[in-house]
T-cell receptor, first 112, second 115 residues
Framework: DGGITQSPKYLFRKEGQNVTLSCEQNLNHDAMYWYRQDPGQGLRLIYYSQIVNDFQKGDIAEGYSVSREKKESFPLTVTSAQKNPTAFYLC???????????FGPGTRLTVT | AQKITQTQPGMFVQEKEAVTLDCTYDTSDQSYGLFWYKQPSSGEMIFLIYQGSYDEQNATEGRYSLNFQKARKSANLVISASQLGDSAMYFCAMFRNTGGFKTIFGAGTRLFVKA
């Protein structure tokens, strides 16, 4: 089945450690996105990529990094510089930049 | 500044009745897209419906319709014949292609469908 996978669903880390969240899609979509969602709030854009080997910062990119070496993969690294990393992280893809986005199941990251 | 406002933090509706979820947006762009997404308790976001700024007719998808009033900058979601499975968070979103190809989301409305 076509779709987006994110792993793991739950992730626990100690403060000061970098952690990488996986996002893979087999929809042949060009555009991919990472969002952060805090309790009771909407989604905020961290990074997005419209094409392989290219990505742009979103509204809250500080403390995060990404890579887009393959069309189907867009991993997000939460670095130790991110001051408040505990959140729900959603990855999405779209055929083009303005199209409807298809979301993965999300990763809930807890940093203590 | 580009902005999406959803003024209803929570809404209740009786099963089988219709409900309207409000969304207003602020943009100076002429070309933009408006989306509604549903987020069940599982967390995954599900695309429901899309309206382009140049579309003259309101979008419909099954039990979902979008009441688009461009002059008022509103894009309300109407769910007809509510079902228990409609209980979820609903997010209004706007795509803009100025200042980067980004989609911005509102804070969401939690819908409770009562049996």
């Amino acid at each position: 089945d076509g779709g987006i996978t994110q792993s793991p669903k739950y992730l626990f880390r100690k403060e000061g450690q970098n952690v990488t969240l996986s996002c893979e899609q087999n929809l042949n979509h060009d555009a991919m996105y990472w969002y952060r969602q805090d309790p009771g709030q909407g989604l905020r854009l961290i990074y997005y990529s419209q094409i392989v080997n290219d990505f742009q910062k979103g509204d809250i990119a500080e403390g995060y990094s990404v890579s887009r070496e393959k069309k189907e993969s867009f991993p997000l690294t939460v670095t130790s510089a991110q001051k408040n990393p505990t959140a729900f992280y959603l990855c999405a893809s779209a055929r083009g930049s303005g199209g409807e986005q298809y979301f993965g199941p999300g990763t809930r990251l807890t940093v203590t | 500044a580009q902005k999406i406002t959803q003024t209803q933090p929570g809404m209740f509706v009786q099963e089988k009745e219709a409900v309207t979820l409000d969304c207003t947006y602020d943009t100076s762009d002429q070309s933009y897209g408006l989306f509604w997404y549903k987020q069940p308790s599982s967390g995954e976001m599900i695309f429901l419906i899309y309206q382009g700024s140049y579309d003259e007719q309101n979008a419909t998808e099954g039990r979902y319709s979008l009441n688009f009033q461009k002059a008022r900058k509103s894009a309300n979601l109407v769910i007809s014949a509510s079902q228990l499975g409609d209980s979820a968070m609903y997010f209004c979103a706007m795509f803009r292609n100025t200042g980067g190809f980004k989609t911005i989301f509102g804070a969401g409305t939690r819908l409770f469908v009562k049996a």
